[in-house]
């Protein structure tokens, strides 16, 4: 029982308990606001900030790490110094993830040469990127801060190498929608040796709305699993079910605005109407025998050049982003041998890529981007001559369309490709530019979460690399 003193009057209590009638009303219009943005199609397309450049992103993840000092910065006074101990003070500080301090210095393993007007260094390994040098737009200078796959991979798609957090292709759905309505708007397919080290956070969607995840698809058999009605199950039954836990599931998202509600009613119907468009998508065998042999895949076989093929037919159908996980990089030893298998696998795939895209008209509004988590040492690892060790202080990406310039190599490493010396563009650089290509300003793209505006370019400054675009 109260005690006197203790007793508070009509007004105190109104204004105090549940912070005040006023607020008590603010709170109830919140949620209503927020069952209404939930029943609203998650991914309706959606305007940018400003005029985008682009519509779409393929992404060509050469998970692993792929060697710039064999493939796209070649360095002749590494070459000169092979077998020799490297600088003490290039090591000063340095962190290594298996190498010890008493490694060589290796000399790159291929030759290079110079292609197209631009004049674009580029190994031998690659002969059809150098076909289409003067498309690209390379960039030598690039720094993350992660030294092993796992965290790196999920730096290099999310913009931190902790775990929880959105991948760039969620971002891009949540900012811009999708223009596909029969398929997913972001599609991830993966080949090579395994799956990326980082998982499927790679492409998860982190604290945003799980609708926003890219959906992994196979390029043989069903694109998706179970995609295939079970024996006595035919389309008008299956729809019958489908509206009737629909109607329930749309009942509980008035109730409750959960958006995770509105992905279970999005992810039914996209499973519905993509066992229609999914096979369509998967029948390269409709494409010409010409356009075959440009990529160089044959329609029953699993490839990579085949999901590069399958990259462009979605673009086309309105995918907004897809993501060509391709792990088989790792080269600690087998340095040639990995190295040639792997740009046999990749590198006709991936120039054919743009040339499609080109011809076809959808280059410009179409940003593709091509690298890996980090680059590798310039010194050999431990006592062999056959392997390098993963190295995050420079590596070397490239872009093609999507409002990039053609042809322009930006930024360069020091005389062993150890440490970046001009133009140094950070992970966060990279993210920040991408999205601008795509319409926003880094800074308000943002998802509050935890009591913060999370963004993909997150709290440390990043800027936008206007010396690349156009």
Known sequence: MLQPNNVRSRRWFLQEC????????????????????????????????????????????????????????????????????????????YRAAFINPNSKLLG?????????????????????????????????????????????????????????????????????????????????????QKGPSGGNSNWGSGFLPTVYSGVQLRSVGDPVLYLSNPAGVDRRAQR?????????????????????????????????????????????????????????????????????????????????????FHEAWDQHGNLVGGLKKNCQDTDQ???????????????????????GEFGRTPMVQGGGDDGRDHHPNAFTMWMAGGGMKPGVTLGSSDDFGFNVVEDRVHVRDLHATILHQLGFDHTRLSYKFQGLDQRLTGVEPARVVTELIT
Request: hydrophobic share 45%; net charge negative.
């Open 108 to 192: 790159p393993k291929f030759k290079f040469s110079k292609y197209g007007r631009s004049g674009a260094e580029i190994s031998e390994i690659l002969p059809h990127t150098a076909r289409v040098a003067d498309e690209l737009t390379i960039v030598k200078s690039l720094t993350t801060d992660a030294f092993n796959h796992a965290p790196a991979q999920i730096m290099m798609n999310t913009g931190s190498p902790l775990f929880g957090k959105p991948s760039m292709g969620a971002w891009t759905l949540y900012g811009l929608g999708s223009e596909s309505k029969d398929l997913p708007g972001f599609v991830v397919f993966s080949s090579g």
């Open 349 to 371: 795939g991936c120039a054919a890529l743009i040339q499609d895209l080109k011809q076809r008209g959808l280059l410009d509004q179409t940003l593709v981007i091509w690298g």
């Open 240 to 324: 019958d079910s489908l509206d009737a836990i629909n109607e329930l599931n749309r009942q509980h998202l008035a109730a409750t605005g959960d958006p995770e509600i509105a992905t279970r009613i999005n992810s039914y119907e996209m499973a519905y109407r993509m066992q229609s468009s999914a096979p369509e998508l998967m029948d390269v065998a409709s494409e010409s025998q010409a356009t075959l042999d440009l990529y160089g895949v044959k329609a029953e076989e699993s490839s990579f050049a085949k999901n590069c093929l399958l990259a462009r037919r979605l673009v086309e159908r309105g995918v907004r982003f897809v993501q060509l």
């Open 18 to 93: 549940g912070v005040g009638l006023g607020a008590i009303a603010a709170t109830q219009m919140l949620a209503e606001e927020a069952k209404s943005a939930a029943a609203a199609d998650p991914l309706s397309v959606r305007a940018p900030h400003f005029p985008a450049k682009v519509k779409n992103v393929i992404f060509l993840f050469m998970a692993g790490a792929p060697s710039h000092l064999e493939l796209f910065d070649y360095k002749p006074q590494l070459a000169k110094f092979d077998g020799t101990l490297p600088p003490a003070e290039l090591l000063d500080g």
